[in-house]
């Protein structure tokens, strides 16, 4: 299953360890808490994505 | 029919982690949740519900050895819980 | 049409909330957010209101009345919209996607 993983802050090495166990090496991620955010991009990742994880 | 796991990693949310893992059993019958680090900090509104969260077959896990021994608990690492979450279809983190 | 459910439990993030229902409203996905435990309290938030016409907002009653809200005023959130956990469980299953802010 392909998961999005959100970022509403910066995470730390749980929630780094968590989204290892999940997707490995290769994840996608999108990042919410720094720079300008696209949000049309957003739900566009969201709904391309069949599970999406929006950690704290 | 949806999976789905409730992570609780705050502390100050511990019980409204609990409610909405009750109120999820209501209409998904698969329901983990997992208690992340911390201990719990047991009061008789938590008991009562995490009662009935056993009643309604929902499964409680957690990493800390105390809500294991005191609270019932089943057991995971943090690998397991990765484990966990990833074989369900939605994760709730508070 | 395709349905996106949001749960906000933190009273941290209205600005994501707000953007992401914007967003995919313009996009003509149906938009449900259920608002619980501290995440309540932004029903008391001025931007709030910006939320009334672009998703169908529920409260959770329980939330509101614990955090001392019981009788406030929350645009377009109408007392058949203050509802239990139960609605969020519902949500979950109806919508394609689920978020938590």
Redesign the interface.
Known sequence: MKVLH?L?SEPDD?TK??M???SGEDKDIFV?YEGD?D??K??DE??SHE?????? | MKKLAVIV??KEQQYEALRSSLGALLEIPSVKMIV??HEIDMHEAYEENMEFLDEMEGERYSNNKANVEKYGFKYAT??E???M??EV???I?F | M?K?GIMVRDNK?LD?VI??A???N??G?EVEIFFTGKGVLLTQEERFKELVDVAKLFVCDVSFRANGLEGKEVPGVGFKQFVTQARNAEMIEEC??????
Not at chain 1, 51 to 56: A, E, G, L, Q
């Open positions: 959100v509403k749980t360890k968590l290892d166990v999940i919410l955010v949000w049309d957003f739900i969201v709904f599970k999406v994880i929006c950690w704290w | 990693r705050d992340l680090d943090l690998d819980i990765g484990e979450l990833k279809d939605i994760v983190p | 395709s996106l993030y994501y953007n992401t914007k967003a995919a313009k996009k996905i394609d996607r689920y978020l938590v802010f």
